[in-house]
């Protein structure tokens, strides 16, 4: 049944970006105005979002300072208030890293590291800047030093860093499935550009279709699951043993729409119109 006169925000940081233009289109396509809402100065979104009925909150590195300091703390719709706050955890790779382990959702080994006397001898292994996305803030090391070096500098500048195990795999794939609900309604492979040991495609990547296998439909449905996500990229790595959830993205971006020819943006604002997301 669809929802009428229903007050739909749409906050973003920046026009430019496509993704809530591509969300709004869906809700007009199906006869509902979404409001884009600039994030600003924070305080008149955070209004905006007190007042809505139904709020999409596009985060990036860049935002998601503003959205913990300055809208997180003026919001009093409890409603909103509880998904950015999920949001927010969920953009914090040590906080998402925490609850896909406590539900028991496969993941490489990781530890969470706020001192360079806490690195594990994983050699190689992967460290990554806690609110990185796009590929950005990770890092392939090899030896000792580096991981050493390279851990000081996110510490200092984010108070902590991801350490993971490398898992090996050349050349360097992985899979984004894009869950809406509790169904994955998308999936790509995607290829990393050359020697790069990061598929995702602001990174150079390449994409195609892809068929998940039951069992990675089942993690990334658990994954969202443990996030509490209205929707979600979960991205998975073939493991030696299972699919392993390397992380997942609370704020997707929708090339996947345009690898796989399924319209994603339209899946979530039917989702919403139907009142299935929260």
């Not at 008149?44 to 300091?69: C, E, H, Q, W």
């Not at 999920?86 to 406590?102: G, H, N």
């Not at 399924?262 to 299935?276: K, N, R, T």
């Amino acid at each position: 049944m669809k929802i009428v006169n229903k007050n739909i925000a749409i906050v973003t940081s920046s026009l430019t970006a496509p993704g809530a233009t591509m969300l709004q289109q869906a809700f007009a396509a199906r006869g509902q105005t979404a409001d884009i809402v600039l994030l600003g100065d924070g305080y008149s979104a955070a209004g905006r979002i007190n007042t809505s009925d139904i709020v999409i909150l596009r985060i990036g590195p860049k935002s998601f300072a503003m959205y913990r300091d300055t809208v997180l703390p003026s919001l009093e719709n409890v409603k909103h208030k509880k998904l950015l706050t999920r949001m927010l955890e969920a953009f914090d790779k040590s906080i998402q890293t925490q609850k896909l382990r406590d539900r028991h959702v496969p993941v490489p080994a990781t530890r969470i590291i706020h001192d360079i006397s806490e690195l594990s001898p994983w050699l190689p292994c992967v460290l990554k800047q806690p609110t990185g996305n796009q590929g950005n803030g990770v890092f392939l090391v090899h030896d000792e030093e580096s991981a050493k070096q390279t851990a000081r500098q996110l510490i200092a500048s984010s108070g902590s860093c991801i350490q993971q195990e490398y898992i090996h795999i050349r050349p360097a794939t992985d899979k984004r499935l894009f869950v809406v609900g509790d169904t994955v309604v998308a999936a790509m492979k995607r290829t990393a550009h050359g020697a790069d040991f990061r598929s995702n495609l602001h990174q150079g990547g390449s994409s195609e279709a892809y068929t998940p296998l039951p069992n990675e439909r089942n993690i990334a449905v658990r994954a969202a699951q443990a996030l509490e996500l209205p929707f979600c990229g979960v991205d998975i790595i073939d493991g030696p043993a299972e699919p392993l959830v390397l992380e997942v993205n609370p704020s997707p971006g929708f090339a996947i729409a345009q690898t796989t020819g399924i319209a994603v943006p339209d899946i979530i604002a039917q989702h919403y119109i139907e009142g299935v997301l929260e």
